[in-house]
């Protein structure tokens, strides 16, 4: 008998998709598709799953019924249409591409700049507010927690001219650098922030529970997703360095503020040609951001022949989310 199956879906079309491609890939997930006009590949990493390519919010579903196990999509689309049965558990909600925000805007026309005076906008129109959204859900969820009377514009299409064209007063659309607002007359208003959205990992709980296949991909792709996310935030350093032991050269580095590394900085001893004693060769992670700093420091020490390398994965003992899974499911 073939082996039962594991399936994940992955965004079909845009942006999402290709970012989703393009970050499977960096964490040595690969996927390949053996033809391009097929809705079915293989991450030869994981013989045992099968790809999907879906709309981001067909894959919500998908998982949330489970005739998919796991997916990538947005969170706002997976708040949108994740329902009230609490079959979809989130296995990481921040992977860090496809950033965006749900964020209500209003004509540039209009005095009100801040949410909270909707309701008095409302009071003097005499009605409620129209609102054109691809968000029913979270827009009304919003607005009924600020208390505006509002009516909601169902619209598949270009949000961003229904008040321009009158059939809506204000809409709840995403907005990444907010230039098609502008384009459009519209601004964003001051505290009209829905929900702040980016890629996440989703799976079906039921899957997780009743398949073991299902749990060991699961902490496959977290130990990939993790390593990878971690790695990408630091970068290896290596130095040579005089002094009179191991121990010696690790006291100045831990004085220094940037350089301790994760645990401890390695420190081997380097043969040289002349054979001139004491020289040693240290190894440190530091965070990207703390680069100069890091090399400043190593330089104040006597450190020379700086070495920068990226680094691939970072694994650590057991990833926490992949802890914070388990935890779910025993809830």
């Known amino acids: 008998m073939n082996p039962p199956q594991i399936r ?20 040595g997930l690969t996927v390949y598709k053996t033809n391009p006009r097929q809705y079915e590949a293989r991450i030869p990493s994981l013989p045992e799953l099968t790809v999907l390519f879906q709309r981001p919010g067909d894959i919500v579903v998908s998982v949330r019924d489970g005739s998919v196990d796991f997916g990538v999509t947005g969170l706002d689309v997976l708040e949108e249409r994740r329902g009230a049965n609490g079959e979809i558990l ?6 860090g591409f496809g950033e965006c925000s749900l964020h209500l805007a209003a004509p540039e026309g209009w005095a009100e700049q ?16 129209r609102v054109a959204t691809k968000y029913p859900t979270l827009t009304a969820r919003y607005l009924q ?12 299409g270009t949000l961003e001219t229904a008040p321009a064209i009158g059939y809506a007063d204000m809409i709840s659309d995403l907005v990444s650098s907010g230039q098609t607002l502008r ?35 699961a902490r496959r792709l977290l130990e990939y997703i993790e390593a990878h996310l971690r790695a990408s935030e630091n970068l290896a350093i290596f130095a040579n360095m005089r002094g009179e032991s191991e121990r010696a050269i690790a006291e100045k580095i831990f004085q220094q503020a940037t350089i301790g590394g994760l645990q401890g900085p390695t420190i081997s001893r380097v043969i040289v040609r002349s054979g001139e004693p004491n020289w040693y060769a240290v190894h440190i992670v530091v965070r990207r951001e703390k680069l100069f700093e890091a090399v400043s420091e190593l330089r104040a020490i006597g450190g020379s022949g700086v070495v920068v390398a990226p680094v691939t994965y970072i694994f650590e003992e057991e990833p926490p989310r992949y802890r914070a899974m388990l935890q779910a499911l025993e809830g």
């Not at 505290?191 to 899957?207: K, P, T």
């Open 114 to 129: 801040s949410a909270l005076e909707l309701a008095e906008r409302s009071r003097q129109l005499g009605r409620p507010l």
């Open 145 to 156: 927690r600020l208390g505006v009377p509002h009516e909601l514009i169902a619209a598949e």
């Open 8 to 27: 994940l879906s992955l965004p079909s079309k845009g942006r999402l998709a290709d970012d989703s491609l393009a970050f499977l890939a960096a964490c």
């Open 90 to 95: 989130t296995l990481h909600d921040a992977l």
């Open 183 to 217: 384009d459009n007359r519209l601004r964003p208003l001051l505290d009209g922030e829905i929900l702040r959205s980016q890629a996440a990992l989703i799976a079906n709980r039921r899957a997780l529970l009743e398949k073991p296949l299902a749990l060991g991909v």
